[in-house]
């Protein structure tokens, strides 16, 4: 194996977004992001209140070939300088992913270039690398809005489910609470700028599971329906708008901390020997709450962890964190995937890669 820098095109359509990014370097990182283009679609969605996903396949196929082009003249980098093409292929929206991952094989097939198929969580898993170069093993807490996970990461395929969500991802209780109290889509940014001018403590709301232990390995499981619940019926007594976000916001940040502490509890027993300080990183949408961020680097402070937040361009959905996971596929020695590689709705994470 040589050391040379590994320079790949990564795609990203599996939700709203439509993504197209060229990034170079090796594993562990830090790499070097030579073009990072993304397309949202939120205008497209806004009317639904969410991503209507027959709209969103077809608008990655209208627009995606241009967004590829954009990113490989903005990286000035032709197909025959890559090393590899990588495509988010699940889980997602099955439509889009169709799109994003047949867009691949094709420029794999026509330029001979490996085609790697890349688990879009892995790509949020795998960001730090890409910004920080952050070393195995570290604790992955993944809030967006389709997923809430707490991740032991041992290595580019061995990742540890400590808990998951059992009703809604954080981000999608955002986005109901914002449209229970009139706000605008995405409901993330919207109730944390109404947070900001509200009383955390105006409403008594629920922490369902805080403190709780669920069986087995995945035991700091997360729920949010019951919150969601609560402040619908307290909705229709008549209240203000500013005090039931910053109500909601503290009680999705109770939530994050105490099933973060609890997996930290279980990332310890997993890596007894970790690296010096262990380390918490935080990706997905939600991730670029600021709120949220102070109470996880508290709880970092109080159980010696260090906390590391990607910047918000790279914790939302990009196709630089895809093509930096091909990177990271590559370096370990892969050759790529088979052009005959199926789009997955689900995938697990934990089931490593294809
Ligand atoms: O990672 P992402 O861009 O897409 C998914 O893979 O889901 O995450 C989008 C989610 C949305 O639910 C949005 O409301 C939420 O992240 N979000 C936020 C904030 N910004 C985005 N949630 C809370 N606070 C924010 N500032
Ligand atoms: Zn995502």
Same mark, same amino acid.
């Given at each position: ?17 439509? +993504?197209?990014? @060229?990034? /170079? ?12 283009? @993304? ?30 082009? /954009? ?61 920080? &170069? ?19 990461? &041992? ?35 919207? @109730? ?6 509200? %009383? ?29 619940t609560a402040l619908r019926q307290l909705a229709q007594t008549g209240i203000s708008v500013e005090d039931a976000s910053a109500s909601f916001q503290a009680a999705v940040i109770d939530i994050l901390r ?10 310890? /027993?997993?890596?007894?020997? &970790? ?5 918490? @990183? ?8 600021? +709120?949220?961020?102070?109470?996880? %680097? ?57």
């Amino acid at each position: 194996m040589t050391d040379k820098p590994l320079t790949l095109l990564g795609i990203e359509t599996s939700c709203d977004e439509t +993504a197209a990014a @060229v990034v /170079r370097g090796r594993s562990p990182g830090p790499g070097e992001i030579l073009s990072n283009i @993304v397309f949202s679609q939120t205008e497209a969605h806004a009317p639904y209140g969410g991503v209507v996903p027959e709209i969103a396949s077809r608008a990655h196929l209208e627009i995606l070939d241009g967004i590829i082009a /954009r990113a490989l003249s903005e990286a000035k980098i032709g197909l025959g300088e890559l090393d590899g093409i990588a495509a988010t292929a699940g889980p997602g929206l099955i439509g889009g992913v169709m799109v994003g991952l047949t867009t691949a094989k094709a420029l794999a097939l026509a330029g001979a270039k490996p085609l790697i198929a890349v688990n879009h969580l892995m790509g949020h898993a795998l960001t730090a690398r890409l910004t920080h &170069g952050v070393e195995f093993p570290f604790l992955l807490l993944l809030v967006s809005g389709g997923h809430c996970q707490l991740v032991g990461v &041992g290595g580019v395929a061995d990742f540890r489910l400590y808990g998951s969500t059992i009703d809604d991802a954080v981000g999608e209780a955002f986005d109901k609470t914002a449209k229970i109290l009139g706000l605008p889509y995405p409901g993330g940014p919207a @109730v944390e700028a109404a947070a900001k001018n509200g %009383n955390p403590r105006a409403y008594d709301l629920p922490r369902p599971l805080l403190g709780k232990r669920g069986s087995g390995r995945a035991g700091a499981d997360f729920s949010f329906s019951g919150l969601k619940t609560a402040l619908r019926q307290l909705a229709q007594t008549g209240i203000s708008v500013e005090d039931a976000s910053a109500s909601f916001q503290a009680a999705v940040i109770d939530i994050l901390r105490d099933r973060t502490r609890l997996a930290m509890e279980m990332f310890r /027993r997993d890596f007894p020997q &970790g690296v010096q300080g262990n380390r918490l @990183v935080v990706a997905g949408g939600v991730a670029a709450n600021q +709120a949220i961020g102070a109470g996880l %680097n508290r709880l970092c402070a109080e159980e010696d962890f260090i906390a590391l937040i990607p910047p918000p361009r790279l914790c939302t959905d990009n196709a630089a964190m895809i093509a930096w996971a091909g990177v990271e596929r590559l370096s370990a020695g892969g050759a790529g995937d088979a052009l005959s590689t199926s789009p997955r709705a689900r995938w697990p994470l934990a089931t490593g890669p294809i």
